[in-house]
């Protein structure tokens, strides 16, 4: 789930939000269970030696997990978000920032855990090019004004 803490703009994505670091802690000591446990296989590099952090703060957003190294963010959704209008617009500000996002359900986390960090995995490793509404991939602009986001870490 990624929570709002200010409107969007077009600052960097890494420039600190007034607030956004006590709403990640805060988030980070309120975890959910599917949160817990993606978090569980994700911590330590155990995810073929990829470095996560979670509940980051990313402009004016807070992101359940990201991988800076590979700009991949995982987002966990409840049923609350379900064709959100909201979230469609947090993708395409994080696209535009050069991330691309990765969401599952939370009954998926729970349910299907291998086939997650399958799919986590492959998108770490470049194997998902294009947006796929099955697998709910949504690809980063690679560019966008025609200025590359690698240095926007």
Request: net charge positive.
């Amino acid at each position: 789930m990624i929570l709002s803490v200010l409107p969007p703009s077009s600052g960097p994505v890494n420039k600190r939000r007034p607030g956004a670091t006590q709403k990640a802690r805060f988030l980070r000591r309120s975890e959910t269970e599917p949160e817990f446990r993606l978090w569980s296989d994700l911590r330590n590099r155990l995810l073929n030696e990829y470095r996560f952090s979670r509940q980051v703060p990313l402009g004016p957003y807070v992101c359940d997990f990201v991988c800076r190294a590979r700009r991949l963010i995982v987002e966990l959704d409840g049923a609350q978000y379900a064709d959100s209008l909201h979230d469609h617009k947090r993708t395409q500000w994080l696209n535009a920032k050069g991330y691309s996002l990765l969401r599952f359900w939370n009954h998926e986390i729970l349910t299907e855990r291998r086939q997650v960090l399958d799919t986590i995995l492959a998108a770490l490793e470049g194997h998902y090019s294009a947006r796929c509404e099955i697998l709910r991939f949504y690809p980063a602009n690679k560019t966008a004004n025609g200025v590359s986001h690698e240095g926007d870490l």
